[in-house]
């Protein structure tokens, strides 16, 4: 593999070749003892946070959004959109817009298809149909008010035009910090800097990419997953605080996606697992005196409790104002006449309607967080229900996430032959509840996936797993890192387009196989989706 001449490559004295044959033979205790100090650097060079590193992620990330920008731009313009039933929102009268408008419109609106429209839809006139309740608030909560701190100052700029400029703006500044959280979240797991930028160069061409460009929420929900993660990880000898932080971090990604209320998942593992090992004293809880025993047991409840409290507060409000705003007998609030106009010629459930809202007359069970609504509302609407996605006609969806869930399965048996090789069961079990462990992202991407196979819509499995959880950036950085051990951290940072891949993909077939996937889905996916057309 080709490598680029760095200064890291220049020798430095006593190690030229040259040089390196006249000591042959008569190295002494001082070249031992410098050899060993200079390694001793490099493992700390190597497992601490790097600038240079930061930057070239940085530039990544904004060149790959920049490449799949003109890449919609260029497919939205040039290929007619497929035609779909697909909810398309309340039009904006043509009079309405100015000249800017649809300049800004024409270079978005690829930006704007399926769940788009529902959350610009949110943004513009709120929860104002019962599918909309689908979505959850904290996504277009926060585009909605971003607009308005600045679209008082551009009066020729349509709100709605606004509103989709915010959004992407919004996603793409999200996208750069995930991409930097994503460094020292790996940089923190794994000590490696080259792995933390291998999975950091993965994110910027990852196949779910458009996602994260487009008016969605994935992008927002992975940085908020992220900072939550990195307060489990960054510090793992702070107790207690650490936990109550993460999970406002959590909270908020909750509020986001659905999927979010997994991330307790982290916490719970983290508590338990500082309440059953203790890493500095190497002892487990069946080893320590009965007081102690206790009162660990009683701080896992209180602090768990504490953390779920926190974690699940903002969805229940939430669930509680929408039930009584759709669910009341009365009618408290006055939707514009376009509002009621389209529900009618679409045949759209409107609140108060009683009739059509089922879900009215459920009764929320105490423990679980999630709205009395969401799941009669994606049965309904989306099918959402054990194996309703298995259908002859839905194959191609399954084929397409099938490469996802290969990673996944790949991972996992990575983690069990980790863990095996671990020796004793003693050994084993040390290696489980180490604060470090990445078995809590394992897990998460099990529970993901064979929800996708057995639950909710596949389709959507690709974009769940790559914006959900790191595991699948930690598994393709570890297997890239182990193909290439004599690959420096300088290198993956050469040639400049596609730094690191296309010398990799020359190496095995199955490296082109890993680029094709990449590259595939990004261009494909994002070529499908500005057109109306369905993608992972």
């Known amino acids: 593999m080709a490598r680029r001449i760095s200064k890291r490559d220049e020798p430095i004295v006593g190690e030229s070749d040259e040089k390196a044959g006249d000591y042959k033979g008569h190295e002494t205790d001082g070249d031992a003892a410098r050899s060993i100090l200079s390694k ?11 600038d240079e590193c930061a930057v070239f992620i940085l530039k990544q ?47 978005l609106s690829g930006l704007s298809r399926w769940d788009a429209m529902h959350f610009l839809h949110i943004m513009r006139y709120g929860y104002t149909y019962e599918n909309t309740l689908a979505f959850f608030p904290l996504f277009p909560t926060v585009i909605y008010y971003s607009t308005i ?16 400029l915010t959004a992407v703006t919004v996603n793409f500044l999200c996208f750069l910090l995930c991409a930097q959280l994503l460094y ?44 939550g993660l990195m307060m ?11 936990h109550v932080i993460a999970s406002f971090f959590f909270a908020l990604a909750f509020a986001t996606r659905s999927n979010g209320l997994l991330n307790f998942g982290y916490i719970a593992f983290s508590l338990f697992a500082e309440t059953v090992y203790c890493p500095s004293e190497r002892k487990f809880l069946w080893r320590r005196d009965c007081g102690t025993i206790i009162l660990k047991v009683l701080r896992f409840v209180l602090v768990g409790f504490i953390c779920w409290t926190i974690l699940s507060s903002m969805v229940i409000w939430h669930g509680a104002r929408m039930q009584r705003a759709f669910c009341s007998g009365d009618s408290f609030k006055v939707f514009p006449q376009s509002v009621i106009a389209f529900a009618n010629e679409h045949s759209l459930v409107l609140p ?21 609504f969401y799941a009669p509302i994606q049965r309904k609407y989306w099918d959402v229900k054990p194996f309703g996605y298995w259908k002859l006609k839905k194959l191609p969806c399954f084929i397409m996430a099938a490469p996802a869930f290969i990673i996944v399965l790949y991972g996992c048996l990575q983690q069990v032959y980790v863990l095996r090789s671990s020796g ?4 084993m079990l040390s290696a489980l509840f180490d604060p470090l462990s990445t078995v809590p992202f394992a897990v998460h991407a099990v529970v993901l996936s064979v929800s996708a196979l057995m639950l909710y819509n596949v389709e959507v499995a690709t974009r769940i797993l790559f914006s959900s959880c790191p595991f699948t950036y930690l598994v393709l950085a570890g297997y890239m890192d182990r193909r290439t051990p004599l690959v420096t951290l300088d290198d993956l940072q050469y040639p400049p387009l596609l730094p690191f891949f296309t010398n990799f993909s020359r ?30």
């Open 61 to 107: 990330s904004v060149l790959s959004r920049c490449l799949l920008f003109i890449i919609q731009l260029a497919f939205n313009a040039l290929v007619t959109d497929f035609p779909t039933d697909a909810f398309k929102g309340i039009p904006v009268p043509e009079e309405e817009l100015s000249l800017v408008d649809r300049c800004i419109q024409f270079a």
């Open 149 to 164: 701190v600045w679209s008082w100052a551009t009066p020729f700029i349509h709100f709605t035009t606004a509103l989709m």
């Open 232 to 242: 489990l990880y960054m510090d793992p000898t702070l107790p207690f605080i650490r």
């Open 424 to 427: 004793s069961f003693s050994g």
């Open 184 to 227: 020292a979240l790996v940089l923190a797991i794994t000590k490696s800097a080259k792995v933390s930028l291998l999975a950091c160069l993965v994110l910027t061409l990852n196949p779910a990419s458009i996602f994260f460009s487009a008016i969605y929420s994935e992008a927002l929900f992975m940085l908020l997953t992220l900072c």
């Open 507 to 536: 190496t095995h077939f199955i490296h082109a196989l890993l680029l094709a996937y990449l590259l595939g889905y990004f261009f494909i996916g994002t070529v499908l989706h500005v057109n109306w057309l369905p993608f992972t």
């Open 352 to 372: 108060h309607q009683l009739d059509n809202l089922t879900w009215c007359r459920n009764e929320r069970i105490v423990l679980n967080p999630m709205p009395t």
């Open 40 to 50: 001793r650097i490099a493992f700390q060079k190597e497992s601490q946070w790097d």
